[in-house]
């Protein structure tokens, strides 16, 4: 029945090693529909109608496990199309053989047809909606599942369309679910930290970011944001160590040689800082950050005819600190 969809439908949990009762009162529905098709067996077509859902749905039926829910809406698309052909053959068969059946049952399938008709003109849009936006989708999910495992997908996802909309809290609240759900996805850990540097909330942004390390060691773009997070809270040594190790396994990652020439430039080492910017600006000639921070280098050792260029070229990439230097400086 179309009622309660859903558009994943997740493993129930168990109480004990039990199961919840409809999983086993299914077998009952099993042996009665086999029974059935034994006592139809010389109805070819009711067998071929059976034989289709069977074959089409097999494909999906998980008996050996892929995904971590049991299946989806989409998967009867097809299937259902030889279920429904059942009854189709029955009520045409009455038709050919007994016409006074046929007659005495058309009114109640056409009353049924036009019932069911109006349903899904208002369940259909209804459907839509909950489609319509990632937040809706996401909440449908999580509103029509059990908290198993796998909902943690749904909560980190619904968490990041929360944060693209600004919505923080309620980002925070999901990826704090989602990691109550699974402690072992460190994508979660980074999402919320990346919330909470937005927040400005810089020492529970590292913390989040530390354990995302110890989950994903081998991931480059947390140690760069970890080491924004170490230079906000003045922990410069940690910052350098990390930006460092981001240049290990990627050696192109520009936001981390940006750290690191931000680093060298507090510290006064003007002429690497200088080698870490043109090395970024040589990566990625896009990089307006880069100029622009580059033509704040060239501003303190006097140089302000290239400090102006780069201010220039920062500025036409669209960074509006660089167009304004170039104002103040460049005239």
Not at 176 to 196: M, P, W
Request: glycine share 6%; with cysteine.
């Amino acid at each position: 029945m179309p009622l309660q969809l859903c558009a994943i439908y997740v493993y129930p949990p168990k109480t004990g090693n039990w199961l919840p009762w409809e999983y086993y009162a299914s077998l009952l529905v099993i042996i009665s529909l086999v029974y059935a098709l034994w006592k139809a067996r010389h109805n070819k077509m009711i067998l071929f109608c059976a034989g289709f859902f069977v074959v089409t749905i097999a494909i999906n039926i998980q008996i050996i496990p892929s995904r971590l829910f049991i299946v989806t809406d989409r998967y009867g698309y097809m299937p259902y199309l030889g279920l429904f052909m059942i009854p189709a053959i029955w009520f045409s068969g009455l038709k050919e053989k007994q016409l006074f059946q046929y007659n005495k049952y058309l009114p109640y399938c056409i009353g049924f047809l036009v019932l069911f008709t109006v349903f899904s003109v208002f369940a259909v849009p209804s459907r839509n909606k909950v489609w319509s936006t990632d937040i809706s989708f996401l909440t449908d999910i999580i509103n029509k599942n059990p908290p198993v495992g796998y909902i943690y997908r749904a909560f980190g996802n619904r968490g990041l369309a929360y944060k693209k909309d600004g919505k923080f809290v309620e980002a925070l609240d999901d990826f704090s679910q989602a990691i109550k759900l699974d402690l072992k996805d460190g994508r979660n850990y980074f999402n919320r930290g990346l919330v909470y540097l937005a927040m400005q909330n810089n020492g529970a942004a590292l913390a989040d970011f530390n354990e995302a390390v110890k989950l994903n060691p081998d991931q480059p773009a947390l140690y760069n944001t970890r080491s924004q997070a170490k230079f906000l809270l003045n922990d410069f040594e940690g910052a350098e160590s990390d930006s460092k190790k981001c240049l290990e396994l990627d050696s192109t990652n520009v936001d981390a040689l940006n750290t690191l020439a931000n680093i060298t430039f507090n510290r006064k080492e003007y002429l690497t800082c200088e080698v870490y910017l043109s090395r970024a600006l040589k990566i990625q000639p896009g990089f307006s950050i880069g100029y622009k921070n580059r033509g704040l280098l060239y501003l303190q050792l006097n140089r302000t005819a290239d400090a102006c260029s780069d201010f220039i070229q920062g500025s036409n990439l669209g960074n509006l600190e660089a167009k304004q230097l170039q104002t103040q400086y460049c005239k």
